[in-house]
């Protein structure tokens, strides 16, 4: 990628993805970011794949969460301690294994 691309996001809430008691299961921060789906919408016109049928940007704040882990991190979103604007930046690619 080309170097300091910056992505501005938005939080705009806690959920759970994956499959329950799966390695994959977290609790992450969904992001609203149109900086974040131009640059997803970019590379699939470049010809690169997205293992899932939709795009939801998103930071896994935990995998493999306990129980009370999602209300814990909710206390957090609520307070502000958890930052609902937020920037990313220093992109990099790593090869995929297909896991």
């Known amino acids: 990628p080309e ?6 996001a938005h939080g705009i809430g806690l959920d759970r993805y994956g ?3 799966s390695r994959w299961e ?16 970019f590379l699939l016109q470049r010809g690169y794949r997205h293992s899932y049928p939709d795009f939801k940007p998103h930071l ?3 995998y493999m969460p306990d129980e009370g ?9 609520d307070s502000g301690d958890i930052p609902h604007n937020i920037r990313l930046h220093d992109e ?6 297909g896991d």
């Open 3 to 8: 170097q300091d691309l910056t992505y501005k």
């Open 19 to 21: 499959d329950k008691g």
């Open 26 to 41: 977290a609790i992450v921060l969904k992001l609203d970011s149109p900086d974040l789906q131009k640059r997803h919408q």
């Open 60 to 62: 896994s704040l935990k």
């Open 69 to 77: 882990d999602l209300a814990k991190f909710q206390a957090l979103w």
């Open 92 to 97: 990099y690619w790593e090869e995929c294994d």
